[in-house]
């Protein structure tokens, strides 16, 4: 099994313990409005495309109220049995979806207080690497200092160039992950210049 599947069917898990009014990452959203918002960007494409089509967000929101006035035990099944046989993202899901489930998961998992990383296997990790190597010049677009991601086993990956003394940011491909698409509840080492690292802790990071 992928880890995109397993991540996957322990997010349905995580989900179910927590319940739908439990709170999330994902701003405002509960566990059941982040349920819904899966099942949107599986099984709707035609609202779907408003996750990165501006224009189209209205319609996103709409459908995804629409779908989440269904039942959370319905939802959750639905998130559980992933994308159906028409949907483009069933044959790239072991790729395409194994951030989403990831970062999805420790969504709900780091909404309460207390919470721990996960100590995920050697080959999982090297997984959520390549995963951030293809979204870290993308999260740190914005940066106006040049960001270096690292491991403490001295993997490198150049997030962004610039003018001035890089700011690298240290920790398991896992938390770095986590990081590149926005949280702030991670456990990451960064060093450089203070005023750098401030900056770059607060810029937009969104993909």
């Known amino acids: 099994m992928s880890l995109a599947r397993r991540e996957r069917h322990a997010l349905v898990e995580t989900m179910t313990e ?8 994902c701003g405002t959203w509960t566990v059941h409005d982040l349920a819904a918002h899966l099942v949107v960007r599986e099984r709707r494409p035609d609202a779907s495309v408003g996750i990165v089509f501006r224009p189209m967000a209205g319609y996103l ?13 319905e939802l959750l099944e639905l998130v559980r049995t992933g994308p159906p046989w028409w949907s483009p993202l069933r044959p790239v899901d072991a790729v395409a ?29 090297d997984r959520l690497w390549t995963a951030l190597r293809a979204v870290a010049r993308a999260a740190y677009r914005k940066s106006p200092v040049p960001v270096v ?3 403490p086993q001295g993997a490198r ?32 080492t960064p060093t450089g210049p203070e005023a750098d690292v401030r900056t770059v802790l607060a810029t937009d990071r969104s993909v």
């Not at 927590?18 to 990452?25: M, N, Q, R, V, Y």
């Not at 970062?103 to 990790?125: C, F, I, K, N």
């Not at 610039?162 to 986590?178: A, H, R």
Request: aromatic share 4%.
């Open 18 to 25: 927590a319940g739908p009014a439990a709170p999330t990452l």
């Open 61 to 73: 929101e709409a459908k995804q109220a629409q779908i989440a006035q269904r039942p959370f035990a």
């Open 97 to 125: 979806n194994l951030s989403e489930m990831f970062v999805h998961h420790e969504d709900v998992r780091r909404s309460e207080p207390g919470w721990e990383p996960r100590q995920l296997a050697a080959r999982d990790e």
């Open 149 to 151: 991601l690292a491991t």
């Open 157 to 188: 990956i150049t997030a962004h160039r610039g003018d001035g003394t890089e700011v690298v940011l240290t920790g398991t491909p896992s938390e770095l992950l986590l990081h590149a698409f926005g949280r702030d509840e991670v456990r990451i």
